[in-house]
């Protein structure tokens, strides 16, 4: 019988589990980009590559160079054959630290079971499992050997307790350790038998196995399909919708406004002189004619749009202007009529009327 293996990779900081499917008669396993099942290459010192391989219903595996394998003695190997059950320990080349954990199974869950049987706990409140003759569920494949398993109910509820296996007991995937209480809809696994308990019944599938001196009865629930069961009501029909998709215009596109306020102001800030000339004062004392030439800072106002923003109805502008000057002796007033500039360093803010 063929079946789909898995590959668990592990330690302190990656856990992966990868599927090979029976019809898969190699794969090869690492950080590289020619790696099909693909590991994270920042969780590992360098590059690696395991390649697995079936020979004659054996699985090969070889790794490159820069890692070995270890089988917890003193040997590096770089290649060694697999079976079901192998721990192999990945480690690196140069230090012998180890990389990851390698574990090789059968993918017994890979097949979903039938369980149409089941045993009432409350006739029978103790079964044995294991290859011994005799047995309750006696296992007939060479994956049960050397393997006794008690499934009985007590005070404490109904407990599974494993005293010897080869590949341990399972309870809903996880491997147990001496005895666990068993809760509904629980799926117990021991080797490639498989059972679950709902109810003080344990439901289990018949492959593989032979009952001895137990009352065993069949599921009485048919449906015909396969496990899960499931009957989808034969009403619902499927109507596809023709209600035509309405796709929305998009926003029209801004436009840049041509003219605004500042813009139509410049013409007439651009127009006042750079150099003052103020008409004079007579003195007191000879009554000369005094002359003053001021020199005013030169630069360009350029205001974003944005930044004047939009004067609506009853709304004003007000511009302040501050204007540094050079030539003059002390701070002097002048009229309007004696200053013929050209302004800097506009300020523009609002005022609501």
Known sequence: ??????????????????????????????????????????SFFGDIEIE???????WNMDCSDNVYFSRGDMRKLFSTE???????TVCYANTGNEAFELRFMIDFEARVPN?????????????????????????????????????????????????????????????????????????VAVADFFGYY???????????IRTNGIAKYTDPLKTGTTYPKFVRNTR?????DEVPIKVLDPATIPVKPELNIVTSLMP?????????????????????FVLFSIQFAKTTIDFDEEFMGVLCDNEGLLVHLNIPVRGLEGNRTFTEKELEVQFADVRVTYANK
């Not at 619902?236 to 596809?240: A, F, L, N, T, Y």
Request: glycine share 8%; proline share 1%; aromatic share 8%.
């Open 82 to 88: 697999i079976k079901h059950g192998d721990v192999i």
């Open 52 to 58: 697995f391989a079936e020979q004659k219903n054996m």
């Open 236 to 240: 619902i029909k499927v109507k596809r």
């Open 115 to 187: 369980y149409n049987w089941y045993i009432d706990l409350e006739e029978t409140q103790k079964i044995t499992i294991g290859d011994q003759t005799g047995s309750n569920i006696e296992l007939e494949s060479d994956f049960g050997k050397n393997t006794l398993v008690l499934i009985e109910k007590t005070s404490k509820g109904v407990l599974v307790t494993e005293k010897a296996s080869q590949l341990g007991v399972n309870v809903n995937g996880k491997k147990i350790t001496g005895s666990e209480t068993l809760k509904d809809c629980d799926f």
């Open 268 to 288: 007439a800030i651009a127009m006042f002189a750079l150099v003052v000339v103020l008409r004079g004062v007579m003195s007191t004392t000879g009554g000369a």
């Open 1 to 42: 019988m063929d079946y789909q293996y898995k590959v668990i990779v592990s330690n302190r900081a990656v856990y992966k589990e990868f599927e090979i499917p029976t019809d898969m008669e190699g794969v090869r396993l690492g950080t590289t980009s020619s790696c099909e099942f693909r590991l994270n290459p920042d």
């Open 198 to 208: 709902r109810e003080n019944r344990l439901y289990f599938c018949h492959s593989n």
